[in-house]
């Protein structure tokens, strides 16, 4: 399993993250996604919605921002989720499906920080970042994840992919199988 960031998953870590996906390796992978590279400063980050603040967008960002599960589920992942720290339980379910998933299943968190991204942003207790979410939050299961949006006044939760295909693993198991089948008849 791989619990990690944002910042980690879909900076510095993007390629191999599109890449495990592609591949489908059997791993969940848990992504808190805090809208900003929250452990060195709060800088805007390739998650931090438009018009946000941060440390280094003072005038609010102008890039557009990654849309996470679109990503993870073009990539090809089979089990792609959104939930907010709020939504504890529906997370617990996405967690617990997750590990029983053969392939490469990735959950959403969103969990920013009420210090560096909350009182940028109007949210300067963790009480009104959780008010945010529950104002906001619609949950949408098998929404286009295409369309799965993360703005101030909206936010696209469920689950969005749960499809079965055979892991990497599992491929190259049977491969290696035929290859060794082929190799003993030959003999």
Not at 6 to 28: S, T, V
Not at 32 to 44: E, V
Not at 57 to 76: D, K, Q, R, W
Not at 160 to 173: A, M, Q, T
Request: glycine fraction near 8%; charge should be neutral.
């Amino acid at each position: 399993m791989v619990i990690s960031g944002d910042g980690d998953l879909f900076a510095i870590g993007g390629n191999h993250f599109i890449h495990a996906a592609r591949r489908n390796i059997d791993i969940p992978v848990i992504c808190a996604n805090n809208f900003n590279y929250g452990m060195t400063g709060g800088q805007y980050a390739p998650t931090t919605p438009l018009d946000a603040w941060t440390t280094t967008t003072p005038y609010g960002n102008i890039e557009h921002p990654f849309n996470l599960v679109h990503l993870a589920a073009a990539s090809g992942a089979v089990y792609v989720a959104r939930w907010t720290t709020l939504h504890v339980r529906r997370l617990t379910e996405s967690i617990k499906k997750a590990l029983q998933k053969e392939g490469f299943s990735f959950i959403e968190v969103i969990s920013p920080c009420p210090e560096l991204y909350g009182r940028y942003n109007q949210m300067r207790t963790s009480l009104d970042m959780m008010s945010w979410f529950k104002e906001t939050s619609e949950v949408q299961h098998h929404f286009d994840p295409a369309k799965a949006e993360i703005t101030r006044s909206k936010i696209v939760l469920g689950e969005f992919v749960d499809i079965e295909k055979p892991s990497y693993g599992r491929l190259l198991r049977e491969k290696i199988a035929q290859i060794q089948g082929k190799m003993r008849g030959g003999e």
